[in-house]
C-alpha cells in the first residue's frame, strides 16, 4: 500500500466529512459518514504504526511528505512526516478520537450533525497537530482543533457554560498567542528562516542561537505552552473548562489536544533552544510542583467528578512538566509515555463520568454511591481507568510516570519525592472519587432518581469506545516497547548529550 | 518689499487657525461649517501665495479644484443639516448626540 | 503702498475671520464671512492671481454665503437658542486657542522661507486665463473629469437628501 | 493657434491613455447608464436597475482579471504625471471592485426594507468606488485630493442617505464635520508641501518629484509639517487613534452596506494610500514618521480593542474592532520600511478581512430590522438555532475577523506579524497580540450571542417583540455568503490563489 | 520442559485465567471459579517442580529503554525464591481450593476468582523479580489485588473504605520504597538484585543508610508494620480465604521477601538501617499483641495474631547478620534473613490454616464473626476443631510443631543479639498464647451463645481438605528436612543456638508458651462476654484505647488535617488564582473598556479636540519635539 498521502489523508478525512455535513448532508448519512471520519483516522494511525519500523526514514522522520500552500515564499509548507515522538501521540490522538467520536456518535446530542462536524474538525486538527513537521501547521492545527472546543462547550456544555466557553477561549487565545510570538521568533532568529523544523534543527545546529535570544524565546514558548497545558498557576481555565465541557470535547481537549504544548516544548523548544531550557528549567520545576503538590490538594477537595477529574489532569501534567525540566534523555521519553498514558486515561475518565451522569442526573459525588451494584460494568471500567490515572502498573500511566520519576532525580531528590508524593494524593482523590460513586449503599438522592429513571448497566454504544480506550492503556501498560524503541531512537538522535546542558537548577 | 512670502503664510495659518478654533468652539452646525470653510480659505491663500512666490502656476491650478469641491462639500453639507433640522428642530451639535457610547 | 495694502487687508481678513468665530449671531457671522472672503479675493489680486480672486468672490460669496444665508434664514435659528458658556467648555476652549496661537507662532517663527517673486514671464509662468484653460484640458484632464463626477454626485446627494419623493412620511 | 498650446495637447493626448484607466472609465458609464436607466424605464421595470448595476460591475471586475494589463505599471508618464500603476495599486482596483460588488449586493437587501430612492444609491456607490480606484494610483495631489474628496463627499452622501431615520443623518453630519476637517487639514499639508518644494519650477505636486525634493532637503520644517498634516488627513481615512473618535458612530448610523464600504473600501484606500506615501513620498522623512506611525498604531491597536469590550451594539462593534484592524494594518506599514514582504502580508491581510467582513456584514443586513443603527448583540439571540447558517457565516467570518486558525484571517495577521517581527518592532508586536487576545473577547461575545442558548430573556405576554424580524436569505445570496466563507476557510488552508494572485501583479 | 519454560507458566498461568474470566467469563461464576482453580493448580504444580526439581537460573530481558534507563523484567530463581515461590503455590491452591466452598453461594464469584489470578499472577511476580523496579511494579499490583478483594461486597461501605485505606496506606509506604529503588539506581548504577548484592559485597562497599531504610518504607506499608499498620485490621471486610492467603500468609509476607532480597544493602549499609528496622518490628510485635487480647471479631484477633508475628518477622530481620564459627573458619550468616523466612514459611501454613479455619467456622455460622456469639462449636466442627487447634498450638509454639522452631531461632537471634528485643519478643510470645487460647477456648468450647452457634455445621470436602492440607504442614513444616534440601541456600541460615545455649532457649520458650496459654485457659471460660472487660475494665479500656489511639490520629488527620488542607487550597486556587487575578484582571479591562466607551460621548464637539489633539500630536512629531 503507498502510503505517501496517508498522512495527509488522516488529516483531510474528517475534515471533508465535517464538510460535507456543514453543506447539509441528511442526518442519516452524516452519522454514516461520521463513523468514516472518525475511523479513517485511527485506522491510518494504527496502520502507519505497524509500518514504522520498516518505513524508510531520512532525517529521523517517516512517511514524509511535503504541500505547497502558496506560502513557500515565507518558508511554510505543509510538511508532514512522524518520528518517535510523534508516532506514539499521533497514533493515541486516532484512538482517543476514535473513541470521542463513537461515544458521540451514539450520544443524543442536541443538534447532533452540529456537534459531530465540530468533533470532527477537531479531530481533523489533532491528527494535523502531530503529523506536522512545519511548525506553523504544527501551530495552525492546534487552533484548528481548539476552536471547535470554545464552542461545543458554550453550545452543549454543563453547568456554567458560557463562563467557562469565555474563560477557556481568552486563556487559551492568550497561551496560543504566546507561543506562536515564540514561534515566529523562532522562525525570524533563525539563521534559516523557515518553519520547517528539521530546517531550522539543522540550521539551529549549525549556529545556535545566543543564550539571551533563547532565553527568552523559551521563556515566551514555556508560558505559553504552559497556558495550554494548564501549568500552575496558570491552569484555572481547566477544571472549570472541562467541568463544562461535553465529553466527546472534554475527551478530545484534555486527552489530546492538551498534549500539544507539551509536545512542542519537547519536539520544538528543547532541542532548538538548549540554554534557554537550562535557564528556565528551575521555574519550571517550581511550578510543576506546584501542579503536583498544589493541585493534588485542590482535587481532593473537589466533590464534583467532572471538575475532579479535569483537576486530576491538570496535577498530572505536573508530572509532564518535571519531566521536561529534568532536560533529560530518560524525562523526556517519560513525558512522551505519560502524554500518550494520560491522553488514552483521562479520555476514559471524563467519557465515563457522562456515563456515570446519565444515571445519577448529578455529577455531586456525594450525591452518589452504590453505583457498582446496578452497573457493574461501568464500575469496573471506571476503577480501570481510575487506576490507570493513579499510575498502577500494567496499565500505561505507570511507565511515565516511573520513568519522570527516576529522571527527577537528577534535579534534586526533594523534587523526586515530592513528585512521588503526588502519587500518594492522586490514590486519595481516585479511591475516594470511586468508593463515593460506586460503593456502599446508594445515598438517598441517587435512591430517588434511580427510582424515577430506571438504573442500567453500560450501553454497549458507551461500552465500546470506552474498552477501545482501555485495550490502548492495558496495550501500552503490558508492553511499552511498542513505542519506547523508536521512541528512543529519535529522541537520541534529536537530542545529542551536547545539546542538552547540565541543568542549572537551583534547588540542588 | 518687506511683504513676503512669510507674511502670507502667516496669514493663513492664523486664518486656518482661526477656522479650527471656531469648529472647535461653535455649537452651531452652520457656523461650525463656515469655519471648516474658512480653513479651506486659508489653504488656498497659502497655496496662491506660493504658486506666486514660487512661480509655479499649478497651485493656482489647483485652486479650481478646490474651490469646485468646496462648493461640492457645501451643497451637500447643507443639505444634510437641512434634512436634520427636519427630524430634530435643531441644529445645535450639543443636542445631536442621539449616537453615543 | 502694497505693505500697506497686504498689512491692512490682512488685518481685515483675520478681524472678520474672528468675527466669524466669536460672534454670537449667525447671520452676522455669515456677513463676517463674506468680508472675509472679499478681502481674501483683495489680497488674491495683490498675488496676480485675478480670475481667482473674480472666481473666489463669484462662487464663495455669491453662491456658497447665499447659500449659507439663506439655510440660516429657512432653518430661522437666527439669535437662536443660546447657551451661557459652560465653565468646562470654556476652559477646554481657551487651551485649544492658546495652543493654536502658539502653534502659528511657531510656525512663523520656524517656517522662514526666503523666496522673491519671480517677475511674471509670458508663457512659462503666467496667470493668463490661457494658461489655466490649457492645463485643465491637458495635464489636468482627469481630475477635471473626476470633478465632474463629484459635482454630479453632490447634486445627485442632495436631491435625495432634500427632494419630496412619494411615500416618504418624513416631511411634515 | 499657439504652437505651444498644440504641442501641449498633442502631448497630453499621447499621455492621456484611457486604456490604463480603462475600468474606471466604464464604471464611470456604468453610473450614468443607471440614471439614464431611471429616466427611461417604467417604474415598475426600474428593479433590474441594481441587478444591471450589480451585473455591470462584474463584467469590469471580470475583465479586470481576465483581461489583465500589467503593461502601464511604472509608466511615471500616464495623464502628465497623474497617474501612475503598481502592482500594488492594480490590486486595490480590483479590491475596491468586489468590495463595490458586495456592497451593491448588501445595499439591494438593505434598501428593500427602505422606501428611499435605490438607484442614486448604486450610482454613488460605483462613483465612489471608481475615485478610490483612481486614489490608490494617483502619483499627483491634485488627482489624490480631487479623488479624495470625491470619494469623501460620496459617503457624506451614503452615510446620510437613509434620511427617514435621524440617526442616520446625524451620522451623516457628524461624518460631515469630521471628514471636511480632516480633509482641510490633509490640504494645508498638501499645500505647504506643494510651496516647499515647488521653488524650482518642478511639479511639485507630482510624488515622485516630490520624493526627489525631499530626498535632497530632508529636515525641512515646513516640509514636515506638510507631511504631518497629510498622514493626519490619511490617518482619518484609516480611522487611526486619534481620527477615529468618528468611526463609532457614523458606523452606527450608516446604513448596513454603507458601513460595509467605510469599514473596508475606504478604510483598505486609507491603509493603500498612506503605504502609498509614507513608504515612498515620505520616505526621506521616515525618521520622524516612523515613529509618529508607531505611537499611532499603538494606540489604535489599544483603543480599538478595549473600546469594543462590552459593546452592545454590533455596528459599534464592528466599527471598534475595524480599529484595531486598521492598527495591525499600520503595523505592516511600519514594518514595510524594512521589509519588503510586509506589503504582501498588507494586502492579504486586506483581502481576508474582505471576505471576512462581509461575512458578518452580510448575516448583520439579514439580522437587521427596519431601524439600521439598532443592531444589538441581543438580536442574534437564537440565531443559530433558528438560521444555522446565518450563524455558520457569522462565525466564520467573525472568527476569521479575530484571526482564529484555520480561517484565513489567521494567516493574514501571522503574515504580518512574521514581517513586523522581522523588522524588530517588538515591543509593538507585544501590543498587537495582547490586542489579539482580547479581540477574542468581544468576537466571541458576539458568537456566544448567536449561538449559546443562555442570553434572551423570554418576551413575557403582550409585550411586543424587541427583536426585529430576520430576513429570508435568498438563494442567490446564500450561495455568495456560502462561497465567501468558504473562501475564509479554504484561504486558511491553501493560500495558494491569492500569493500567486500578487505575485503575477508585476 | 525448561526451567525458563516452566516459570514462564508459573507466571502466566494465572494471568490468563484472570484475563479470560475479566473478559468472557464475567456471568459465568461456576465456569470462572473452575478455571481459576485449575490455573492455580496447573501453577502449584509448576511451581514444586520448579522448587523441587533443583531448577536454580537467573533470566532476564530489557522490558523498557528510555534514554539509558533501562527496566528489565527478568527472574532470579534462586533458594530463597523458590521457598516463597512454593509457599505462595501451596497455600494459594489451599486457599483456591477452600473458596469453591466458601464462596459457593456468591453472586460475583466470577470476580472474586478473577481477582484471586491476579493476585496469584502478581505475587508470582514479586517472588521471581530480579530487580527492585520490577519487584515495585509487581508490588503495586499486588497492592491492586488486594483493593479489589478487600472491596468484594461492594455494597458494604466499611469494605469500601477498608479498601480504599489499605491501597492508600500502601501507597505512602510504596512512597518510600519508589524513592529507594531511584536513589539507589542512581547510587548503585543499578537495581538488579544479583548486581546489588554484589557491590554491597565488594570490598569497602558504603552505602547510604537512606537507601536500605527507604526501600524498608515499602515493607512497612505492605507487611503492616507500625505505624502503617491500621490498614490491615481494616482488610478483614474481604471474604476470609482472600484474608487467608493475602493478609496473612503471602502479600503480608512480601515486605520480609523483600528485605531478604536485599539484605546485602543493609549489611553494608550503616548499622543504624538494622537497628531502625529490629525495633519498628519489635514495637508492631508487641503492639499488636496486645491489642489481639480486646478483640471479639474471630477475624480481626488473627488479623492482629498475624501483625504481631509480621513484627516478629521484620524484627528478626533486623536483628541482622550473625558471626559464627564454622569448622574452624569465621562465617557470617544472614541470620536475620534464615530466622525471618523460616518464621515466614511456618506462619504462612499455620496462619493461612486458622484463617481458613476461622473461615469454615464463620461459614458454618452464617457469617457471624463475634466469638462470644459462638461456643461450643468443637463438636459440631470436629474436623475444624482439629485443624484449628494445630494451628493455634504451632502459633503459640508448642514443642515440635512448626511454629516452636522458627520462633525459637529468632529468640535465639534476639537473645545474642539484644536483650531488650528479647525480652519484648518473650513477653510478646506470652500474649500470643494468652490472646490464642482465649479465642480457642470462647470458640469451640462451652455452650453455643447464639442460635447460629447452635445449628452450626460442618463445612463441605472443598473446605476441609485444605485445612487438613495446611494442618499436616503446620505440624511438619518446621522440621527442615521435609524440604529435602531444596531451600537449603535459606535454611542455612536460620541461627542455631549452640549446645550450651541450647536449653535455655528451649526452656524459655516452652515456659513463656506454658505462662500464656495456662492464664489464658484459667482466665477466659466460655461465655457470651469478656471476662476481662467485666472483671478488670481499666486494663481492657486501656488496651482497646491501644488500638484505637491509632485509627483516631488517622481518621483526625484526613479529616480535620488532609481534608481541610485540601478545602484551604481549593479556596485559594478559586478566591486568589481564578478570582482575584484572573477575574480581576478581566475586569480591569472591562473597566478601561467602559472608559473608552464613554469616551465617545456623542457631541462633536468632544470629536473635535480629538483632532486637535491629533493635529498637535503629529506637528509635535513633525517638529521633533517628541
Known amino acids: 500500500m503507498n502510503s505517501e498521502h496517508l498522512l495527509l489523508l488522516s488529516i483531510a478525512a474528517p475534515l471533508v466529512v465535517a464538510l460535507a455535513i456543514a453543506l447539509g448532508l441528511p442526518k442519516r448519512f452524516s452519522v454514516k459518514l461520521a463513523y468514516l471520519g472518525f475511523g479513517v483516522p485511527a485506522l491510518i494511525a494504527l496502520y502507519l504504526w505497524s509500518q514504522y519500523g520498516a518505513a524508510p526514514q531520512s532525517d529521523g522522520y517517516a512517511f514524509r511528505t511535503a504541500y505547497d500552500t502558496g506560502l513557500r515564499s515565507f518558508g511554510i509548507q505543509l510538511s508532514l512526516g512522524l518520528n518517535g515522538i510523534s508516532l506514539p501521540l499521533y497514533v493515541m490522538a486516532g484512538v482517543v478520537g476514535l473513541a470521542a467520536g463513537l461515544y458521540a456518535i451514539q450520544s443524543s446530542a442536541e443538534r447532533l450533525k452540529a456537534y459531530l462536524m465540530l468533533l470532527l474538525i477537531m479531530q481533523g486538527g489533532l491528527m494535523g497537530v502531530f503529523a506536522s513537521i512545519d511548525i506553523f501547521f504544527f501551530y495552525f492545527f492546534h487552533e484548528l482543533a481548539l476552536i471547535p472546543t470554545f464552542i461545543m462547550v458554550g453550545i452543549w456544555g454543563g453547568r456554567d457554560r458560557s463562563y467557562a466557553a469565555m474563560k477557556m477561549t481568552i486563556y487559551l487565545t492568550l497561551g496560543a498567542m504566546l507561543s506562536l510570538i515564540g514561534l515566529i521568533a523562532l522562525y525570524v532568529k533563525s539563521p534559516a528562516q523557515t518553519f520547517d523544523l528539521i530546517e531550522l534543527r539543522k540550521a539551529l545546529a549549525a549556529a545556535p542561537l545566543s543564550a539571551v535570544v533563547q532565553n527568552n524565546i523559551f521563556g515566551l514558548l514555556m508560558f505559553g505552552f504552559g497556558i495550554l497545558v494548564s501549568l500552575w498557576p496558570l491552569h484555572t481555565w481547566a477544571p472549570l473548562g472541562y467541568g463544562a465541557a461535553p465529553s466527546s470535547a472534554a475527551m478530545l481537549h484534555a486527552g489530546v489536544l492538551k498534549k500539544f504544548g507539551l509536545y512542542g516544548l519537547i519536539q520544538i523548544a528543547l532541542p532548538l533552544l538548549p540554554l534557554g531550557a537550562g535557564h528556565w528549567s528551575g521555574i519550571l520545576t517550581v511550578l510543576a510542583i506546584g501542579n503536583v503538590l498544589i493541585i493534588g490538594f485542590v482535587t481532593i477537595a473537589q466533590r464534583d467528578l467532572k471538575q475532579m477529574i479535569g483537576y486530576s489532569s491538570v496535577m498530572h501534567m505536573g508530572y509532564a512538566f518535571l519531566g521536561i525540566a529534568s532536560l533529560s534523555n530518560v524525562g523526556i521519553g517519560g513525558v512522551v509515555l505519560m502524554m500518550v498514558a494520560h491522553g488514552l486515561s483521562v479520555a476514559l475518565l471524563f467519557l465515563l463520568s457522562t456515563s456515570v451522569y446519565h444515571r445519577t442526573q448529578t455529577f455531586d459525588m456525594s450525591e452518589m454511591g452504590g453505583l457498582a451494584m446496578k452497573a457493574p460494568v461501568l464500575a469496573a471500567l471506571f476503577v480501570a481507568g481510575t487506576m490507570a490515572s493513579i499510575g498502577l502498573p500494567g496499565l500505561a500511566n505507570f511507565w511515565g510516570e516511573l520513568v519522570i520519576f527516576i529522571a527527577l532525580w537528577k534535579i534534586s531528590w526533594l523534587v523526586t519525592a515530592c513528585a512521588i508524593a503526588g502519587v500518594i494524593i492522586s490514590a486519595i482523590y481516585g479511591l475516594r472519587a470511586t468508593a463515593n460513586i460506586f460503593f456502599g449503599q446508594p445515598s438517598e438522592e441517587f435512591a430517588r432518581t434511580a427510582e424515577k429513571t430506571p438504573v442500567s448497566d453500560l450501553r454497549w454504544s458507551e461500552r465500546i469506545p470506552a474498552m477501545l480506550l482501555l485495550a490502548g492503556l492495558l496495550a501500552v501498560g503490558f508492553w511499552p516497547r511498542t513505542f519506547s524503541t523508536s521512541l528512543n531512537e529519535t529522541i537520541s538522535a534529536v537530542y545529542q548529550p551536547a545539546e542538552v546542558p547540565a541543568s542549572s537548577v537551583a534547588l540542588k | 518689499m518687506t511683504v513676503g512670502l512669510n507674511e502670507y503664510l502667516a496669514l493663513s495659518s492664523a486664518l486656518f487657525a482661526i477656522g479650527f478654533f471656531g469648529v472647535l468652539l461653535r455649537k452651531n452646525t452652520l457656523v461650525i461649517y463656515m469655519c471648516l470653510e474658512l480653513m479651506l480659505i486659508a489653504s488656498t491663500l497659502a497655496l496662491v501665495a506660493f504658486s506666486r512666490f514660487n512661480g509655479t502656476v499649478d497651485g493656482n491650478v489647483f485652486v479650481f479644484f478646490i474651490l469646485t469641491v468646496a462648493a461640492a462639500e457645501v451643497a451637500v453639507g447643507l443639505a444634510i443639516i437641512v434634512a436634520l433640522f427636519r427630524k430634530r428642530q435643531t441644529v445645535q451639535v450639543e443636542e445631536l448626540n442621539a449616537l453615543k457610547n | 503702498m502694497a505693505d500697506t495694502l497686504f498689512y491692512l487687508f490682512a488685518a481685515l481678513t483675520v478681524f472678520s475671520a474672528l468675527a466669524v468665530v466669536f460672534t454670537r449671531n449667525a447671520v452676522a457671522a455669515a456677513l463676517c464671512f463674506f468680508i472675509s472672503l472679499c478681502t481674501t479675493g483683495v489680497l488674491f489680486v495683490m498675488l496676480d492671481a485675478y480670475l481667482l480672486a473674480f472666481l473666489l468672490v463669484l462662487v464663495y460669496a455669491g453662491a456658497v454665503v447665499a447659500l449659507f444665508l439663506f439655510i440660516i434664514m429657512l432653518l430661522d435659528m437666527q439669535g437662536g437658542n443660546r447657551r451661557p458658556f459652560k465653565l468646562g467648555s470654556s476652559i477646554a476652549s481657551a487651551i485649544a486657542g492658546v495652543l493654536l496661537l502658539v502653534g502659528v507662532g511657531s510656525f512663523y517663527a520656524h517656517g522662514k522661507v526666503a523666496a522673491a517673486a519671480p517677475a511674471l514671464i509670458d508663457g512659462s509662468f503666467n496667470t493668463d486665463l490661457k494658461i489655466y484653460g490649457a492645463k485643465l484640458f491637458t495635464t489636468y484632464l482627469l481630475p477635471v473629469q473626476v470633478v465632474g463626477f463629484l459635482l454630479l454626485i453632490a447634486m445627485l446627494g442632495v436631491i435625495v437628501l432634500s427632494k419630496r419623493f412619494e411615500g416618504l412620511e418624513d416631511i411634515k | 493657434m499657439n504652437p505651444d498650446l498644440v504641442k501641449a495637447f498633442s502631448l497630453a493626448a499621447e499621455q492621456n491613455r484611457w486604456a490604463a484607466i480603462l475600468p474606471e472609465v466604464v464604471l464611470g458609464c456604468l453610473a450614468l447608464m443607471l440614471l439614464v436607466l431611471e429616466i427611461v424605464l417604467p417604474k415598475r421595470d426600474q428593479k433590474i436597475i441594481p441587478i444591471f448595476a450589480i451585473f455591470g460591475q462584474i463584467v469590469v471586475l471580470a475583465g479586470m482579471i481576465f483581461t489583465y494589463r500589467s503593461d502601464f505599471i511604472g509608466d511615471d508618464s500616464l495623464f502628465g504625471g497623474m497617474v501612475r500603476q503598481t502592482a500594488e495599486s492594480q490590486f486595490m482596483r480590483i479590491f475596491f471592485v468586489i468590495a463595490s460588488i458586495l456592497v451593491s449586493i448588501l445595499g439591494v437587501i438593505a434598501l428593500a426594507k427602505q422606501r428611499m430612492p435605490k438607484i442614486e444609491f448604486f450610482h454613488i456607490v460605483i462613483v465612489v468606488t471608481g475615485a478610490m480606484m483612481l486614489l490608490v494610483q494617483s502619483n499627483h495631489f491634485v488627482l489624490f485630493f480631487v479623488a479624495l474628496e470625491t470619494l469623501t463627499v460620496g459617503l457624506y452622501i451614503l452615510v446620510s442617505y437613509v434620511r427617514t431615520n435621524p440617526l442616520s443623518l446625524e451620522a451623516g453630519l457628524k461624518y460631515l464635520i469630521s471628514g471636511a476637517l480632516s480633509s482641510a487639514i490633509l490640504l494645508f499639508g498638501i499645500v505647504l508641501l506643494y510651496g516647499v518644494a515647488g521653488k524650482s519650477q518642478i511639479d511639485s505636486m507630482n510624488f515622485g518629484q516630490l520624493h526627489t525634493f525631499l530626498a535632497a532637503n530632508p529636515g525641512n520644517f515646513l516640509a514636515s509639517v506638510g507631511v504631518a498634516f497629510v498622514l493626519c488627513g490619511v490617518a482619518f481615512k484609516v480611522g487611526a487613534v486619534p481620527f477615529q473618535i468618528w468611526i463609532p458612530d457614523v458606523y452606527q448610523g450608516a446604513s448596513t452596506p454603507i458601513t460595509a464600504l467605510l469599514a473596508v473600501s475606504s478604510k483598505a484606500a486609507g491603509v493603500s494610500v498612506l503605504l502609498l506615501l509614507a513608504r515612498t513620498v515620505f520616505e526621506p522623512y521616515s525618521g520622524f514618521v516612523i515613529p509618529l506611525l508607531s505611537v499611532l498604531t499603538a494606540a489604535t491597536i489599544i483603543f480599538g480593542n478595549v473600546a469594543a469590550l462590552g459593546q452592545q451594539n454590533v455596528k459599534r462593534l464592528i466599527g471598534l474592532s475595524g480599529v484595531s484592524h486598521a492598527g495591525y494594518l499600520m503595523l505592516g506599514v511600519i514594518a514595510s520600511f524594512t521589509q519588503p514582504q510586509a506589503i504582501n502580508a498588507i494586502h492579504f491581510y486586506l483581502f481576508v478581512y474582505l471576505l471576512a467582513s462581509f461575512a458578518v456584514f452580510g448575516v448583520m443586513v439579514h439580522v437587521a430590522g427596519v431601524d439600521d443603527a439598532d443592531q444589538q448583540l441581543d438580536h442574534y439571540g437564537d440565531l443559530a438555532r433558528e438560521r444555522p447558517f446565518l450563524g455558520g457565516v457569522l462565525a466564520i467570518g467573525l472568527g476569521s475577523l479575530a484571526g482564529i486558525p484555520p480561517l484565513a484571517g489567521f494567516i493574514g495577521k501571522l503574515l504580518v506579524f512574521v514581517a513586523v517581527y522581522k523588522a524588530g518592532l517588538n515591543a509593538l508586536l507585544f501590543i498587537a497580540i495582547a490586542g489579539v487576545v482580547v479581540s477574542i473577547y468581544y468576537y466571541f461575545g458576539w458568537i456566544k450571542a448567536a449561538f449559546f442558548p443562555v442570553w434572551q430573556v423570554p418576551v413575557t405576554e403582550g409585550e411586543p417583540e424587541t427583536r426585529p424580524a430576520r430576513t429570508p436569505v435568498a438563494a442567490p445570496m446564500g450561495v455568495l455568503l456560502g462561497a465567501i466563507a468558504l473562501a475564509s476557510i479554504v484561504l486558511g488552508f491553501y493560500q495558494a490563489p491569492i500569493t500567486a494572485w500578487l505575485a503575477a501583479l508585476h | ?626
Not at chain 5, 99 to 117: V, W
Not at chain 5, 149 to 169: E, P, V
Not at chain 5, 453 to 481: D, Q, T
Not at chain 5, 603 to 626: D, N, P, Q, R
Open chain 5, 1 to 626: 520442559m525448561s526451567s525458563v519454560q516452566l516459570a514462564l507458566l508459573v507466571f502466566l498461568l494465572p494471568l490468563g485465567s484472570a484475563t479470560l474470566i475479566a473478559l468472557f467469563l464475567r456471568r459465568q461464576g461456576g465456569l470462572a471459579s473452575l478455571i481459576s482453580v485449575a490455573a492455580c493448580a496447573g501453577l502449584a504444580v509448576a511451581a514444586l517442580m520448579l522448587s523441587f526439581g533443583g531448577h536454580r537460573f537467573a533470566v532476564s530481558m530489557p522490558w523498557l529503554q528510555v534514554g539509558d534507563f533501562t527496566l528489565s523484567i527478568g527472574i532470579k530463581f534462586d533458594d530463597l525464591a523458590a521457598l516463597m515461590l512454593a509457599i505462595v503455590a501451596v497455600v494459594g491452591l489451599c486457599v483456591h481450593v477452600f473458596s469453591l466452598g466458601y464462596m459457593h453461594e456468591d453472586g460475583a464469584r466470577a470476580r472474586y476468582f478473577g481477582g484471586l489470578s491476579i493476585f496469584m499472577f502478581s505475587m508470582v511476580g514479586i517472588v521471581f523479580a530480579d530487580n527492585l523496579f520490577m519487584m515495585f511494579l509487581f508490588w503495586e499490583l499486588v497492592g491492586f489485588s488486594s483493593y479489589t478483594l478487600i472491596n468484594h461486597y461492594l455494597q458494604r461501605r466499611q469494605a469500601a473504605d477498608a479498601a480504599k485505606k489499605a491501597f492508600i496506606t500502601n501507597r505512602v509506604g510504596d512512597w518510600g520504597f519508589l524513592l529507594g529503588i531511584i536513589w539507589c539506581y542512581h547510587a548503585l548504577g543499578t537495581v538488579n538484585l544479583t548486581e546489588i548484592a554484589n557491590h554491597a559485597h565488594g570490598a569497602g562497599a558504603v552505602i547510604a543508610a537512606g537507601i536500605p531504610l527507604l526501600l524498608f518504607c515499602g515493607a512497612v506499608g505492605k507487611s503492616a508494620q507500625m505505624p502503617l499498620q491500621v490498614w490491615l485490621p481494616d482488610a478483614m471486610e474481604g471474604p476470609t480465604p482472600v484474608s487467608a492467603l493475602i493478609h496473612a500468609a503471602t502479600m503480608v509476607a512480601a515486605g520480609i521477601y523483600m528485605l531478604c532480597r536485599i539484605e546485602p544493602l543493609f549489611a553494608a549499609a550503616d548499622p543504624v538501617a538494622f537497628n531502625v528496622v529490629m525495633w519498628i518490628g519489635t514495637i508492631t510485635a508487641i503492639y499488636a499483641a496486645l491489642c489481639a487480647i480486646v478483640q471479639n471479631d474471630i477475624k480481626k484477633i488473627l488479623a492482629y495474631s498475624t501483625l504481631s508475628q509480621l513484627g516478629y518477622m521484620v524484627a528478626a530481620f533486623g536483628l541482622g547478620e550473625l558471626s559464627g564459627h564454622h569448622e574452624g573458619k569465621t562465617v557470617v550468616i544472614a541470620a536475620g534473613v534464615g530466622a525471618a523466612m523460616f518464621h515466614l514459611t511456618t506462619h504462612a501454613f499455620f496462619k493461612a490454616l486458622m484463617f481458613l479455619g476461622s473461615g469454615s467456622v464463620i461459614h458454618g455460622m452464617h457469617h457471624e464473626q463475634n466469638i462470644f456469639k459462638m461456643g461450643g462449636l468443637a463438636s459440631k466442627m470436629f474436623i475444624t476443631f482439629v485443624t484449628f487447634s494445630v494451628g493455634v498450638l504451632a502459633i503459640i509454639g508448642f514443642p515440635f510443631l512448626a511454629g516452636f522452631f522458627s520462633k525459637d531461632a529468632i529468640l535465639y537471634l534476639a537473645l545474642e543479639k539484644n536483650t531488650a528485643v528479647f525480652a519484648i519478643l518473650a513477653f510478646t510470645a506470652v500474649l500470643t498464647a494468652l490472646y490464642m487460647v482465649r479465642l480457642w477456648r470462647i470458640v469451640f468450647f462451652g455452650q453455643g451463645q447464639s442460635d447460629e452457634a447452635n445449628h452450626a455445621h460442618e463445612s463441605g470436602a472443598s473446605m476441609l481438605v485444605p485445612l487438613i492440607v495446611l494442618a499436616v504442614l503446620s505440624v511438619a513444616g518446621g522440621y527442615v528436612a521435609i524440604y529435602r534440601g531444596a531451600f537449603d541456600g535459606v535454611w542455612s541460615q536460620i541461627p542455631h543456638p549452640p549446645e550450651e545455649k541450647h536449653m535455655t532457649i528451649l526452656l524459655i520458650s516452652i515456659a513463656v508458651m506454658l505462662i500464656g496459654a495456662v492464664i489464658g485457659f484459667v482466665f477466659y471460660k466460655p461465655s457470651g462476654s469478656d471476662r476481662l472487660q467485666r472483671n478488670v475494665p481499666g486494663a481492657f479500656g486501656a488496651l482497646s484505647a491501644l488500638k484505637e489511639s491509632f485509627d483516631a490520629i488517622y481518621n483526625a488527620y484526613v479529616t480535620k488535617i488532609q481534608q481541610r488542607f485540601a478545602m484551604l487550597l481549593n479556596g485559594i486556587d478559586q478566591i486568589v488564582v481564578s478570582g482575584l487575578i484572573v477575574r480581576g484582571l478581566a475586569g480591569f479591562v472591562g473597566l478601561i473598556g467602559m472608559g473608552a466607551r464613554a469616551l465617545h460621548v456623542g457631541s462633536l464637539h468632544s470629536y473635535v479636540y480629538w483632532f486637535l489633539i491629533g493635529v498637535l500630536l503629529v506637528w509635535g512629531f513633525a517638529s521633533g519635539i517628541f
